[in-house]
């Protein structure tokens, strides 16, 4: 019996470089083409789209860089930052590998129990899972409204309840992961001020729709996407398509905060 691992980094808590990303990285590098690069590793052109969009969202500088235009609908590159995360990635594998190595030579894996390990894999489910900067924390008797700060310099509001705040020892100028369901953003081409939601504008990159619902990519600025799901009839009704000019909402108590 042969043990084995995957090498994955994190990056706030969350999967950041899993190996299978490692080579969608490498064939972008190679094809210059998401299309042809999702070929090559292989994986589905929408599940390539979202992890370089997970990427690219939980990384402080771009790693993948969209070009509109040429064939196939434009070329994508990896940029330096990236270019550089993979021979970083490079010394670490060759790292783990010795790792692995040695410890079986010390571990009597015969006599292991390994039934329960696969939960420790466990992965939230939340689609949006965007990089912060807490600006500051307002704390009251129950709940605590946290203020984000995005990339993009957009800002965010969080509330969550003050015991959250104490466990995970969030501070201000510490960086988070702002987590909410894509069911939970509504889309408006609406400037009307709510102040129990977030708003933020963006622009329609991408639209996947069937019969009953509707999955809408939000380019927010500096690489954040927002992704919502919306009923195809309210899509339809807002007229919206890709290239129009919307403001995401989420409630403040439907963002969870992760460090």
Known sequence: MELTSKLTLEMLGKPFLLEKRIELLHAIEEHGSISKAAKAVPMSYKSAWEAVDTMN?????????RETGGKDGGGTTITAYGQQLLKNYAVLKEEHGRFLTRLSELTDIESGSFKTIGRLAMQISARNQIQAEVV???SQNVNANIFLKLKSGKELLSTITKEAVE????DKDQT?????KSN??????SAGEKSNENRLEGIVSKIDKDVENTKVLVDIGDHDTIVSVIPTAVLDKMELIEGSSVI???K???IMIGK
Not at 57 to 65: H, K
């Open 57 to 65: 969202a939980l990384s402080p500088e771009p790693i993948v860089c």
């Open 136 to 138: 500051s924390i307002d």
């Open 167 to 170: 466990n995970l020892h969030i």
């Open 176 to 180: 988070v992961v702002a987590i909410f």
């Open 184 to 189: 939970t953003v509504l889309l408006t081409k």
């Open 248 to 250: 995401a909402m989420i």
């Open 252 to 254: 403040a108590n439907d």
